[in-house]
């Protein structure tokens, strides 16, 4: 999930969240009330002979709110408008606006909500279609969003780190480690998982030894973070009533959202992680384990065979901690890499990684508590 979407407002000068956890303020650079150097008008010269004269520049307000790239600035512990941001004019520039001129810059909404919730829909349906109509089709769809998000991942981290994790080989033993997940259960996903971590260590051997221990590091994380963590849907589907399971298990990570987005948004005060994702509040997370606790008592009674209520109430706690956290992980991520998506396949969304940030550790937390529940069906 983005980090704006539990509603906090953004972080201003002075507050924790302008921190500067993205990237270090510019060498030099103290203040917006820098002093600027600006030629004296003709005929002004100093008695000393100095033809310039130092003044402070006025400071120009953000409207109430700001705009996307005032945020995007604030969070980046950057002044509203900062050249380093790309966002407004160059310290050469600055100076007073004239009242009734435009400062020349454009305000932008940020994402489009029209595209996110139209893209959202189709997903949703394809998922629904693939899930309950043939489960070896919804198999695919897990092998293919496994893919490309290791493509995503390894090639943000080549990007902005220069490091060199192997595609083919966690692309190759991801969609083996699904398809065992599915086919052998718990033992055969651990098997591929071991294959490709040493497929890793093999590919990577091909090439420049510099670096070796740090890129291949990044390789076994990305086979555990990706489709390992979402092999444990696979398991989940395996069962009797699996596509009811994965239906819970899709259910509760959104409703989680869902209700953190909402009360965070209109009850949203205390920042919970301020210096990896400015926007959530500890209402939002309040709001995510109401809703996922009382929706988790609904399909525990009404979809899983044999299902008590006070176990999706358990299993609704639990769901609501595991995707928050999982949020901030990959927010982790995305900042240490300085990026606000790992990519922009999903319109209004961003990259697949960014929807998966909660399902792939909640995952795991929803197989093992089916288990213990109700059986591996």
Known sequence: MNDSSWGAPPPSAGQPGHS???????????????????PAPAGSVHEGGDASQTRRMPIVPDAPGGDQ?????????????????GNGPSEQQVGPVTPGRSSGRKKRAGRDLRAAIGVGLGLGAAVLASLFVYKPVFVGVIVVAVVVGLWELTSRLAEHKQIRAPLVPLAVGGAAMVVAGYVRGAEGAWVAAALTALAVLVWRMTEDPREYLRDVTAGVFAAF?????????????????????????????VVSDTGAYAVGWRFGRHKLAPRISPGKTREGLLGAVALAMAVGALCMHFLIDGGIWWQGLLLGLAVAVSATLGDLGESMIKRDLGIKDMGTLLPGHGG????????????PVVWLSMVLFVGAG
């Open 20 to 38: 500067g956890y993205w990237n270090p303020p510019e060498q030099g650079y103290s203040s917006p009330l820098r002093a600027e150097v600006a």
């Open 69 to 85: 790239d005032d945020r995007d600035d604030r969070a980046a512990g950057r002044p509203s408008g900062s050249p380093a941001s």
């Open 225 to 253: 973070y990706v489709p390992f963590l979402a092999t444990f849907v696979a398991m989940m589907l395996a069962a009797d009533d699996g596509p009811w399971r994965v239906l819970t298990f899709l259910l509760l990570t």
């Open 352 to 363: 697949i990684m960014d929807r998966l940030d909660s399902l792939l550790p909640t995952a």
